[in-house]
Every structure is written in structure tokens, then in C-alpha cells.
């Protein structure tokens, strides 16, 4: 009784704190929602095993405890009182486990308990996670989705988690689920509209160099997005392999289904066509992984970009002013610090502002002298770059996740589109440039 009153007590405190928003502390979370209704419902069961013991005791002919059961007469208004109570105190205590029950399980499909409870596991998601268009969606929205199948199924999963975490058997880095997730039509889909045509999008992608005026050039592509409505014929662009009058089947033969041999395409009017890789035997094929293609087979990273290469990433910042493109040589040598080797974050934190702040006041002195804000201010990019992209305690480093969208770091389109798909009556799966874009 101890147990349980205290547990409901200190319970229903952090209950209406956390309703109110008075903590947020992932790690309090687990205590108050997951351990404490835990000692609450131990508690309870204590209660009626105590009664069982003493009942077993006298069977025994052991003496009676000094805990004596009362005798209820419900004539008596004293004892009616006390029913009441007692009863009154148990719809309280079912009330409790309900809204323990509750709001456990909706802490658990929090993406505060996602990312944060595993701290290191789970940081370079995170971090990405909450840099992305999708931050907004909870991680459940997408990885689990409705339905009580995949709820329990998460739950399983989430089980063998919590052991590989306790007893650190997880990998390094932790793989892409993609054989686990949910199909693309149960959750891209909820939100998003298949059908819908978007026409040509315009992208602005800029550059610099490594000399000291960190020389700008910019490439225009004009992406033929594209897209397909059954009802009105439109199929075309990038988007026409989502046309819902358009299936296009694989075979993956690796587990993250960057090698594909095998291609069927068949359109609106059931002309069917095999697309298969030269050299790719029968048995390779068959071995593999065949599945429909959906948004997640190019759009693979859709809440956990991640930079693919260090030029990549300090082009991106100069071109949004994070690091000053005027400052000399900042692209090299925000590059250069950028590649070195560190073993942790803040070892790499003070590494890349040692390297850059150095190089300035002992080779570009009228810069460090003059702009010493801009120097801070490349120095807090360049390191704010590592710290998204780089995650040394799992062995994440630029490019360790393949990214489908273009062709540029990964094979991405190229993994159909390279010339070496054929089908029996000699027809390609091109690698024509214009298909999916013109460059300016």
C-alpha cells in the first residue's frame, strides 16, 4: 500500500507537469511514465499476494500475524463508509494504470524518445531528423504508421532494441531499415498525392573553388519532375515511374538494394517489357529481392539527409552566407579541417578551429586581424557542418548512407539508367541527360 500510494502520487505530480509542459526531459520520461507505473502496479499486486501468504499461514497453524482483516457488516455505517472508500480508491487506481498505459505508450512513439533516450545510437538520425522538411512528423508517423499489426510488430522490434542497447550489440552505423519499413502508399502517400503533376522544377546549385577569391560558378538544372494521372494519360518526367497506371518491378541483390539486374516496366496500355543487366545470370536474379517501385526507392533518406561529401556541405553554407565567401581560401581550408580525423565531436571541435583560426593568423594575418568576426563565424559553420554530418562513436562519416536522389556521390538513377539494361527486343533503359533534366 506504501508502494502504490506513493507511486500514484508522485505519478499524477509529473502527470499534470508534463500536461503543462513544465519538463521535457527525455530521460525523466522513462522514469515517470515507464518505471514508476511499474512500481505503482507492484504495488497492487503485492496487495492480494500479502493476503494469499497470511492465508496460507493460518492454514499452516501458524499464528496469526498481527495484521488483522477487518470483518465488514454492511449494516454497520462505519463499514459501509469504508466500502465506499475502498472502492472509490480503486476506480482511482484504475484510472492511474489507464493513464500510465496511455501516456507510456505515447511517450514510447514520441520522437523525443526515438532520438534522445539511446543518445549515442540514435544521434546522427536525430540530428538529421531535426534539420529536415519532415521534422515536424513523428517518427512513428512513418516507421510504424497505424494499424495494430505494425504497432505490435514495433513493439517486438523496439524489445530486441532496448537489449542490443543495454548490452551495446548494436551495429555501427546503424543500417537503413529498408527491409522493414512500411510501403510507401501507407505513409509517403497519407501526405503526399502520387497523381499529382508538378512540371519542370528549377534548381540553383553553386560552387567554389579553392583559390583565394573562392571563385563562384553556378549550374541551373531545369528537373523535369514531371508526374502521371491515370485518369487524364499524363505520364511523364521523373515522376512517371509513379504513375499509377505504371508498374515498375525490381530485383535488388543486395540489402541495400543498390545493385538492381533486373527491371520489369509494364505501362497503361499492358505492354509488358524485362529490363536485365549484362552479365546477370538467372540464378542472381532469382536469389534477389523483387518488390514494386515506390517514392522511398529514390527518395531513400526523407528525414535523415546527411552531407555526402565535405565540399558538398561548405559549398551549401557558403551559398547560404553561414561562411563568408569573401574571406580567402575559406572553401580550402573549411574542406581541409573538415577531412582530418578526430575521435570525437569535441575533440573535431577544437581541432577545426585550431586548424582554421591558425592558418589565418599565421597566413592571412590582414584577415584574421581585420575579420576576426568572420573567422568565429566560419570556424562555428565549419564545425556545425561536422557535428551534422560526421558521428564518430557510430562510425558515420560523409557518405556512409547512400543517398538515391540524382547520380552524383551514389549510383542513385543509375542504377537502372546505365545502357547495360536490355530488354529481348533490344530496347535500353537510357542514360540520356535530357530525360530528366536540362543544364544551364
Known sequence: MVLTTISAVTFLVVFFADLFGLHTNPYLGILFFLV??????????????????ERRRRARGRPASEVRWPRFDFNDPIHRRAAVIIFGLTMANI??????????????????????????????????????????????????????????????????????????????????????????RDTCERCHWPEKFHGDKIRRIVEYGEDEKNTESVTTLQVHVGGGSERLGIAQGIHWHMNVANEV?????????????????????????????????????????RRRMDCMDCHNRPAHQMAQTPERAVNERMASGEIPKTLPFVRREAVKAL????????????????????????????????????????????????????????????????NNIGHMDFPGCFRCHDDTHKAKDGKKIGQDCDSCHGIQ
Open 339 to 402: 577531412k582530418a580525423s578526430y575521435a570525437t565531436q569535441e575533440a573535431a571541435d577544437e581541432g577545426i578551429a585550431r586548424s582554421l583560426r591558425e592558418f589565418y593568423r599565421a597566413q592571412a594575418s590582414d584577415a584574421h586581424m581585420g575579420r576576426r568576426q568572420d573567422v568565429e563565424r566560419a570556424v562555428n559553420a565549419t564545425t556545425g557542418i561536422y557535428r551534422r554530418s560526421v558521428f564518430p562513436e557510430m562510425r558515420v562519416q560523409f557518405g556512409t548512407y547512400p
Open 95 to 184: 484510472v492511474i494504470v489507464s493513464l500510465a498505459a496511455y501516456r507510456g505508450v505515447e511517450y514510447m512513439d514520441s520522437p523525443q524518445f526515438c532520438g534522445q533516450v539511446c543518445h549515442t545510437v540514435m544521434k546522427p538520425e536525430f540530428s538529421a531528423y531535426q534539420d529536415s522538411a519532415h521534422s515536424r512528423v513523428a517518427c512513428v508517423q512513418c516507421h510504424i504508421g497505424p494499424g495494430a499489426s505494425w504497432f505490435a510488430r514495433s513493439k517486438v522490434s523496439g524489445l530486441r532494441q532496448v537489449f542490443a542497447v543495454s548490452f551495446r550489440t548494436y551495429s555501427r552505423p546503424i543500417p537503413s531499415p529498408v527491409q522493414n519499413l512500411r510501403p510507401a
Open 249 to 289: 518491378e525490381y530485383v535488388a541483390t543486395d540489402d541495400k538494394r543498390q545493385v538492381i539486374p533486373w527491371v520489369r516496366v509494364k505501362d497503361r496500355s499492358g505492354l509488358v517489357r524485362e529490363y536485365v543487366a549484362d552479365g546477370v545470370t538467372p540464378d542472381q536474379i532469382a536469389k534477389g529481392e
Open 36 to 53: 514508476l507505473p511499474g512500481i505503482f502496479v507492484v504495488g497492487l499486486l503485492l496487495i492480494p499476494f500479502g493476503a494469499w501468504v
